[in-house]
């Protein structure tokens, strides 16, 4: 009301002072009930070099697979040295690596549960600056391991095609959109914009329906009202992963002995304009969900993930059709990255391990 009676009173005045009334309006017009304030926060400033991941106390980072150290400082031009240790042991008087005009350092090859610490030393000619030390541990899992039972990857690097030029992978309208790290044309950009909608279709194989298995995908909703298909391999009668409209993922896994409906098993709605990782898991005798490498449900399964349809079916990231490959509809409004399926089910360690390393892990850089 009090914004009201004062926009009321500045045309009111306006109106004294001989100016058109209209033109007052276009500049101050109260807000509508839709309206959102919105608030320009400048962001805190960089204080000498801040070391950003891996983050300070993190666990479950791999040990045999990539380790993306980053950081970042007040000033540009700088020449850094990074130290790493074991936390067991004193500081290195040597630093690990030095002379880096880059602020990220990939390591590989680390003990498994271990506890590493280690900071970075930034110079110029004006400047010598030194981070907080900062330290993670490592996870009891093997991602190599993991990654000997992938049987898909889609990455979406500015194309549909799988990682490994296993599959054929129709591109049907594809369009790109930036990824979690800020990469541009690095993740599917699914849309119903147009009529048949976007998708990316993978031929029928008889590997892409293992039956006790990992599903792994990221996802960053773009429309509140969405009710789209995020993917589908034979729909009713496979394995398929929804976004109701009011926000809930609906992952459907139908086993042998399903009735009808009892293959919906709903988990709570995902951050809006956000990247989430989803992540299921199916042994048989449970089917798991994850966000983000946190469990947050699970249901009690009668076998492994069956398909009933008879004849082989397309899998689909971004849409659905029916089960004899036709009418592509319902798709998903947001992104969608790197897309897995995986062998056998993962462990709860090995989904937190798997979830921070691709996290962590910029691939692009």
Avoid at 130 to 159: A, C, Q, Y
Avoid at 202 to 217: A, F, H, Q, R, W
Avoid at 294 to 301: L, N, P
Wanted: negative net charge; proline residues 3%; contains cysteine.
């Amino acid at each position: 009301m009090k914004k009201q009676l004062l926009f009321l009173f500045i045309i009111a005045f306006a109106a004294g002072c001989g100016l058109n009334p209209d033109d007052v309006k276009t500049i101050a017009s109260p807000p509508t009930d839709d309206a959102r304030d919105t608030i320009n926060v400048e962001p805190e400033p960089i204080e000498g070099i801040q070391l950003v991941s891996p983050s300070n106390t993190q666990t479950h980072i791999t040990y045999d697979k990539e380790v993306q150290l980053t950081w970042a400082a007040e000033k540009l031009g700088l020449s850094y040295e990074v130290y790493l240790w074991k936390s067991s042991e004193e500081m290195p008087e040597a630093p690990l690596v030095s002379d880096l005009q880059d602020d990220f350092f990939v390591i590989t090859d680390l003990e498994e549960n271990t506890e590493y610490s280690w900071l970075v030393k930034g110079n110029d000619v004006a400047n010598n600056l030194i981070s907080d030390p900062s330290v993670f541990t490592t996870s009891t899992v093997s991602l190599k391991t993991v990654f000997e039972r992938k049987v898909i990857g889609l990455s979406f690097n500015n194309t549909v095609e799988d990682d490994d030029n296993l599959y054929e992978v129709e591109d049907h309208n594809a369009r790109f959109t930036t990824d979690r790290f800020g990469n541009t044309n690095s993740a599917f950009n699914s849309s119903n914009a147009t009529e048949e909608g976007t998708a990316a279709i993978v031929t029928y194989d008889e590997n892409l329906k293992p039956g006790k298995m990992t599903v792994s995908i990221w996802v960053r909703p773009t429309d509140l009202s969405n009710d789209g298909w995020i993917y589908s391999m034979q729909r009713w009668e496979g394995f398929s992963m929804k976004r109701e409209g009011d926000g809930r993922i609906k992952n459907m896994y139908f086993h042998e002995t399903s009735n009808w409906g009892a293959v919906d098993f709903f988990t709570d709605e995902i951050e809006f304009e956000k990247w989430t990782n989803i992540t299921i898991t199916a042994d048989g005798l449970v089917r798991k969900v994850y966000y983000n490498g946190e469990k947050v449900d699970e249901i009690e399964a009668l076998g492994p993930v069956h398909f009933n349809a008879g004849i082989g079916s397309n899998l689909i990231i971004g849409a659905q059709v029916e089960n004899n490959n036709t009418n592509l509809q319902e798709s998903f409004n947001g992104g969608i990255d790197d897309f897995r399926i995986f062998q056998e089910a993962m462990t709860d360690e090995e989904v937190k391990t798997f979830y921070n390393y691709e996290s962590n892990y910029n691939a692009n850089l």
